[in-house]
C-alpha cells in the first residue's frame, strides 16, 4: 500500500513541478492549487516535497527543480522577504538544510546557519522566549508564543551541532520547555498560543488563533505538539520532552473519529461545521512515527501507538488521497487551514502533503524529512 501511494504521490509532484515553474503552491482549489510568490510561510514545504521525491526517484528532474527552490530561498532571504516571523525553520529546514542534508552543498549549507541567525533574532527578553508574528513591542503580537514554533526549533538545535555554538540549542530548548508548560495543558490537550507580559515575562494566557476557542483544541496544534517534543527530545535527551509528546499522542488518538482522520478542532460544539483536517492527520502520523523511534519496546503504550498509526495512515491512504484523480495537483483531499478566518476550509494543504509523502517514506523506506541529520543516528 505505502509504495503504490508514494508512486502516485511522486508522479503528481513531477507533473506539478513542470506546470509551477518558479510558483509556490499554497492551499488547493477546485482540482488544482493556487499558486504563490516565495512570500509566505508555507514555501518550504514544496522545497521540501522536491527533495523527498529527488530522494526515492532519482529523477534528475526533481532534483533540478529543487536547487531551483534553494536559489529562490537565497533571494529571499537577501531581500528580507516576509521573514519577521518564527517560521523560518519551515523554510529553512526544507530547503536550503535539505539540499545540504541531500547533496553536501556547503553554500546551502550557509544559507541554513544565516536563517538560524535570523530567527535567533525573535528571541526576546524578559520572557525567554521566541516571539511568533511582528515585530519587536507589537502591542498585540509581542508576547505571543505559538505551539507551530517547535517545528521550527530543529533548525537551531541543528545549527548548534554544526557550529559548535551552543546559543542555539539553549534558546531552542528553553522555548521547547515553555512551550512544554504552558501551551499544554494538564488533560494532555493544547492551547495554540500564549501569550507573556512583554516587559516583565510574566505569563498571562492561554488563547487560540486558528481553533474554534481559546478553550478548545485545534487538532493540527495538537499534531505540531506530538511532532516537536520528539524532535527536541531527538536533540536533548530530555525525558520530560519526549513524555509530553507521547502523552499528546495518546490524546489525539483517543479523540479522533471512527475513520481515523481528524476534525479541524477536537471540542466543536453541536452545529458547528465539521471540516475535517488531513493535514492534522499527516503531520501527527509523521510525528508518530518520530515518537515510536525513540520508545523502549516494553512500552505499555506502544502497540496503541503504533495501531493508531497504522489506521491513520490506512484512511489517508483509502480514503483521503487523491490517488483516483490523474487531474487533482494535491496530494491529500480535505485539509483546513484556517475555519474561522473564513480561509480554505476544505481543500489541499501544501504541508499536508509534504507530511503526508514524508510519512510515507518513512514506512517504505526509512527516509525521514528534513528535521535533523540522518547519518547522526
Same mark, same amino acid.
Given at each position: 500500500m505505502w509504495k503504490m501511494a508514494i508512486e502516485d504521490a511522486?508522479?503528481?509532484i513531477t507533473r506539478n513541478a513542470e506546470k509551477f515553474g518558479d510558483a509556490y503552491p499554497?492551499?488547493?482549489?477546485?482540482?488544482?492549487?493556487?499558486?504563490?510568490?516565495?512570500? /509566505?510561510?508555507?514555501?518550504?514545504?514544496? #522545497?521540501?516535497?522536491?527533495?523527498?521525491?529527488?530522494?526515492?526517484?532519482? /529523477?534528475?528532474?526533481?532534483?533540478?527543480?529543487a536547487r531551483k527552490t534553494t536559489i529562490r530561498f537565497r533571494h529571499r532571504m537577501e531581500q528580507n522577504v516576509v521573514?519577521?516571523?518564527? /517560521?523560518?525553520?519551515?523554510?529553512?529546514?526544507l530547503s536550503a538544510k535539505a539540499q545540504w542534508i541531500v547533496e553536501r552543498d556547503e553554500a546551502a549549507k550557509e544559507l541554513a546557519l544565516e536563517a538560524a541567525d535570523k530567527m535567533m533574532k525573535r528571541w526576546r527578553e524578559p520572557g525567554g522566549f521566541f516571539q511568533a508574528w511582528g515585530p519587536e513591542g507589537d502591542v498585540v503580537e509581542g508576547g505571543r508564543i505559538i505551539i507551530d514554533c517547535l517545528l521550527n526549533l530543529p533548525l537551531l538545535y541543528w545549527a548548534s551541532e554544526q557550529t559548535g555554538n551552543p546559543a542555539y540549542q539553549e534558546a531552542a530548548k528553553a522555548q521547547a520547555e515553555k512551550s512544554r508548560r504552558y501551551l499544554v495543558r494538564g488533560d494532555d490537550s493544547s492551547y495554540h498560543t500564549f501569550f507573556f507580559?512583554?516587559?516583565?515575562?510574566?505569563?498571562v494566557g492561554g488563547a487560540t488563533?486558528?481553533?474554534?476557542?481559546?478553550?478548545?483544541?485545534?487538532?493540527?496544534g495538537q499534531a505540531w505538539g506530538i511532532y516537536g517534543f520528539a524532535l527536541s527530545y531527538r536533540y536533548t535527551g530530555d525525558p520530560l520532552f519526549l513524555e509530553t509528546s507521547k502523552r499528546m499522542a495518546i490524546y489525539f488518538l483517543k479523540h479522533l473519529p471512527e475513520n481515523g482522520v481528524a476534525y479541524w478542532d477536537f471540542h466543536l460544539p453541536p452545529g458547528?461545521?465539521?471540516?475535517?483536517? #488531513?493535514s492534522a492527520s499527516a503531520i501527527a502520523a509523521a510525528g508518530l512515527l518520530e515518537l515510536l523511534s525513540h520508545l523502549d519496546e516494553q512500552d505499555n503504550q506502544i502497540t496503541y501507538l503504533q495501531n493508531g498509526l497504522q489506521h491513520s495512515?490506512?484512511?489517508?491512504?483509502?480514503?483521503?488521497?487523491?490517488?483516483? /484523480?490523474?487531474?487533482?495537483?494535491?496530494?491529500?483531499?480535505?485539509?483546513?487551514?484556517?475555519?474561522?478566518?473564513?480561509?480554505?476550509?476544505d481543500e489541499y494543504m501544501i504541508w499536508g502533503d509534504y507530511f503526508y509523502l514524508e510519512a510515507?517514506?518513512?514506512?517504505?523506506?526509512?527516509?525521514?524529512?528534513?528535521?535533523?541529520e540522518r547519518n547522526r543516528y
Amino acid at each position: 500500500m505505502w509504495k503504490m501511494a508514494i508512486e502516485d504521490a511522486i508522479a503528481k509532484i513531477t507533473r506539478n513541478a513542470e506546470k509551477f515553474g518558479d510558483a509556490y503552491p499554497h492551499v488547493g482549489e477546485g482540482k488544482h492549487y493556487t499558486l504563490i510568490d516565495n512570500n /509566505d510561510w508555507t514555501n518550504g514545504f514544496w #522545497s521540501g516535497l522536491l527533495w523527498m521525491s529527488y530522494e526515492y526517484s532519482g /529523477d534528475e528532474r526533481l532534483r533540478e527543480a529543487a536547487r531551483k527552490t534553494t536559489i529562490r530561498f537565497r533571494h529571499r532571504m537577501e531581500q528580507n522577504v516576509v521573514l519577521d516571523h518564527h /517560521d523560518i525553520g519551515f523554510l529553512y529546514s526544507l530547503s536550503a538544510k535539505a539540499q545540504w542534508i541531500v547533496e553536501r552543498d556547503e553554500a546551502a549549507k550557509e544559507l541554513a546557519l544565516e536563517a538560524a541567525d535570523k530567527m535567533m533574532k525573535r528571541w526576546r527578553e524578559p520572557g525567554g522566549f521566541f516571539q511568533a508574528w511582528g515585530p519587536e513591542g507589537d502591542v498585540v503580537e509581542g508576547g505571543r508564543i505559538i505551539i507551530d514554533c517547535l517545528l521550527n526549533l530543529p533548525l537551531l538545535y541543528w545549527a548548534s551541532e554544526q557550529t559548535g555554538n551552543p546559543a542555539y540549542q539553549e534558546a531552542a530548548k528553553a522555548q521547547a520547555e515553555k512551550s512544554r508548560r504552558y501551551l499544554v495543558r494538564g488533560d494532555d490537550s493544547s492551547y495554540h498560543t500564549f501569550f507573556f507580559n512583554q516587559q516583565t515575562g510574566e505569563p498571562v494566557g492561554g488563547a487560540t488563533h486558528q481553533g474554534f476557542s481559546n478553550g478548545s483544541t485545534w487538532t493540527r496544534g495538537q499534531a505540531w505538539g506530538i511532532y516537536g517534543f520528539a524532535l527536541s527530545y531527538r536533540y536533548t535527551g530530555d525525558p520530560l520532552f519526549l513524555e509530553t509528546s507521547k502523552r499528546m499522542a495518546i490524546y489525539f488518538l483517543k479523540h479522533l473519529p471512527e475513520n481515523g482522520v481528524a476534525y479541524w478542532d477536537f471540542h466543536l460544539p453541536p452545529g458547528q461545521q465539521a471540516y475535517r483536517d #488531513s493535514s492534522a492527520s499527516a503531520i501527527a502520523a509523521a510525528g508518530l512515527l518520530e515518537l515510536l523511534s525513540h520508545l523502549d519496546e516494553q512500552d505499555n503504550q506502544i502497540t496503541y501507538l503504533q495501531n493508531g498509526l497504522q489506521h491513520s495512515m490506512e484512511a489517508l491512504v483509502r480514503n483521503y488521497s487523491t490517488s483516483e /484523480d490523474e487531474e487533482a495537483e494535491g496530494l491529500l483531499k480535505h485539509g483546513s487551514y484556517h475555519v474561522r478566518g473564513g480561509q480554505a476550509p476544505d481543500e489541499y494543504m501544501i504541508w499536508g502533503d509534504y507530511f503526508y509523502l514524508e510519512a510515507l517514506l518513512r514506512l517504505e523506506r526509512g527516509i525521514s524529512g528534513y528535521w535533523y541529520e540522518r547519518n547522526r543516528y
